[in-house]
């Protein structure tokens, strides 16, 4: 076999394992390294719950990027929650919105073609439930909604005894559009359930009864806050953005609709998106002489157009317990730089293979001289 002939398998050689490990192994490597939270032996573990939460996919469309845009967005995404599913297993999984890029701007054939393609992208097993709350950029925004998803504007969902509400945010504008009077009338109902579930004793027989435990908030919009700036997590926003006011009921919700939703849900721990990046802000209402204290995770974006770090939720549940981890998806940056390196590997070693050969070929040579 000629030097030429071996130089060339080097490479070849070379360059698939480079391929591999960039757009496969990389991504077992950096998300094996982040597990579920252990609760301790506690009596409700029957009824444990891993769920996957995650938001802001912002699948790309035709009008704002060029298809090897699209194609390389949508492979790091659909290949990123494969390994998720894999590694992790979760029992349940929640995405928090904008699954889309230009949903509210497509037409509807251009719309139901998104759809299938952002199913085919996060592909989910049978035995796993995947619940998806909409976002502006799904649907548009109050006023400019153009798109509806099938999906009603709250969702009450029991599993194993632990209660989720899930809420569209653009239906909490708090006027009398059909959107926002269904969300009104379905909070009541789902508040009726849950006081009727706390104090059975004062419950209409009407109502379903279920075990009581404070229910867990979805939804796409943060909760009332006035800007970022109270946001310390290492993935807040950078200082340039974090301080910059936010627009109520287009940022974040009023301070009405998140006062009406403690009120009468009581959560104990909420999860939203939107902000693109991370933020963690503890809440405290005093409510009829009673303490309703929460944390809210703002869940950073889990596309790489939106930040260089994408990240994810692994959040174990139990009916009065939970856990949280957050965890990152492999830097882009990281992915260029390892390529070059290996890239960089290939070709040295084909390079001095032939100057290896040259050497070996002389010190033959000065043997038989000699």
């Known amino acids: 076999m000629s030097g030429f002939f071996k130089r060339i398998i080097i490479l070849f050689f070379g360059v698939v394992f480079t391929i591999i490990y960039c757009e496969y192994l990389i991504y077992y490597i950096v998300i094996t390294q982040c597990g579920w939270q252990y609760l301790g032996k506690t009596q409700e573990n029957s009824n444990l719950v891993k769920t996957l939460i995650l938001t802001d996919t912002h699948l790309p469309g035709h009008r704002k990027s060029f298809w090897p845009d699209r194609w390389r967005r949508g492979w790091q995404m659909h290949q990123s929650f494969k390994t998720i599913i894999k590694l992790h297993k979760p029992d349940l999984i929640f995405i928090l919105g904008d699954i889309f890029d230009e949903g509210e701007l497509s037409s509807d054939e251009y719309f ?60 909490l504008e708090g006027d009398t559009c059909k959107l926002c009077t269904e969300a009104r009338q379905t909070i009541n109902n789902i508040s009726e359930i849950l006081k009727c579930s706390e104090f059975p004793d004062q419950c209409n027989n009407d109502i379903d009864v279920q075990n009581y435990s404070r229910p867990i908030l979805l939804q796409h919009f943060p909760l009332y806050r006035l800007s970022d700036g109270i946001c310390t997590e290492p993935d807040a926003p950078p200082l340039s953005d974090k301080y910059t006011p936010f627009r109520l009921k287009i940022d974040a919700l009023s301070k009405e609709a998140t006062e009406d939703l403690v009120i009468k849900l009581k959560p104990r721990v909420a999860f939203d998106g939107h902000t693109h990046y991370g933020c963690l802000e503890h809440h405290s209402y005093n409510i009829n002489n009673e303490n309703v204290d929460f944390f809210e995770y703002t869940v950073p974006s889990f596309s790489w157009r939106n930040i260089v770090e994408p990240k994810y939720m692994l959040v174990t549940i139990t009916p009065n317990t939970y856990a949280v981890n957050k965890c990152s998806l492999p830097r882009e940056t990281t992915i260029i730089i390892t390529a070059v390196i290996l890239f960089s590997l290939t070709f040295l070693c084909a390079y001095r293979y032939k100057v290896l050969c040259r050497n070996s070929g002389q010190m033959k040579k000065y043997s038989l001289v000699n």
Do not use: C, W
Request: net charge positive; aromatic share 12%; proline share 5%.
């Open 112 to 171: 139901s073609e998104y759809v299938i393609r952002f199913y085919n992208t996060f592909m989910v097993p049978e035995n796993i439930q995947m619940h998806i709350i909409v976002g502006n950029h799904d649907i548009g925004f109050h006023n400019k909604t153009t798109k509806l998803m099938n999906s009603p504007p709250v969702q009450f969902l029991t599993i194993k005894n632990n209660h989720f509400v899930l809420i569209n945010s653009m239906a």
